[in-house]
T-cell receptor, first 114, second 107 residues
Framework: DAKTTQPPSMDCAEGRAANLPCNHS???????VYWYRQIHSQGPQYIIH???NNETNEMASLIITEDRKSSTLILPHATLRDTAVYYC???????????????FGSGTRLSIRP | NAGVTQTPKFQVLKTGQSMTLQCAQD?????MYWYRQDPGMGLRLIYY???????DKGEVPNGYNVSRLNKREFSLRLESAAPSQTSVYFC??????FGPGTRLTVL
């Protein structure tokens, strides 16, 4: 699986959009981009994933560049509860065939300020 | 629908003791994963299982064994616990659902 690079920390004002970047320049054609977050000492929480098109769900939007070498996770209206470590991962998506490893990096620590 | 359950929630062991961490899911997923997370660090993959009866090593498999006897359960065993295995252990079912973790201290 390709490696990802994320800034170690970011901050954002409450109510503003939080834009978290991720670089995955070695991504291959069959690898998806996944985003997770971990709030304090809880188990990680899946946020969103995508292949090449932009994706949106109730939690966030995922913007993937046309060359797929980078992506941005957007939390449209950040709240204090969004303070967490955010992880960007690339992997081959498989649920009904052999699973691939999900390797977490060090992530981005996002702090939301009041 | 309980999602992913892990037992126990907390455990203290002495060096050399053995124990098994249990993980179960009720979502009929094929793939399951075991991770450890040391204080202030990211998650590291120990073992994973693509389906019932199959397991594969992750990043840090030494000192651990796993068992996937059925689709629902994936257990992690420490045969001879060491202080370096003090950590929080997370189980995941598919790539989306993580358990609440088991906090293990080895004295």
């Amino acid at each position: 699986d390709a490696k990802t690079t994320q800034p170690p920390s970011m901050d954002c004002a409450e109510g503003r959009a939080a834009n978290l970047p991720c670089n995955h320049s070695t991504i291959s054609g069959n690898e998806y981009v996944y985003w997770y977050r971990q709030i304090h000492s809880q188990g990680p929480q899946y946020i969103i994933h995508g292949l090449k098109n932009n994706e949106t769900n109730e939690m966030a939007s995922l913007i993937i560049t046309e060359d797929r070498k980078s992506s941005t996770l957007i939390l449209p209206h950040a709240t204090l509860r969004d303070t967490a470590v955010y992880y960007c991962i690339v992997r081959v998506k498989s649920e009904y065939s052999s699973a691939s490893k999900i390797i977490f990096g060090s992530g981005t620590r996002l702090s939301i300020r009041p | 629908n309980a999602g992913v359950t892990q037992t126990p929630k907390f455990q203290v062991l002495k060096t050399g003791q053995s124990m098994t961490l249990q993980c179960a899911q009720d979502m009929n997923h094929n793939s399951m994963y075991w991770y450890r997370q040391d204080p202030g660090m990211g998650l590291r993959l120990i073992y994973y299982s693509a389906s019932e009866g199959t397991t594969d090593k992750g990043e840090v498999p030494n000192g651990y064994n796993v068992s996937r006897l059925n689709k629902r359960e994936f257990s992690l065993r420490l045969e001879s616990a060491a202080p370096s295995q003090t950590s929080v252990y997370f189980c995941a079912s598919s790539e989306r659902y993580f358990g609440p973790g088991t906090r293990l201290t080895v004295l």
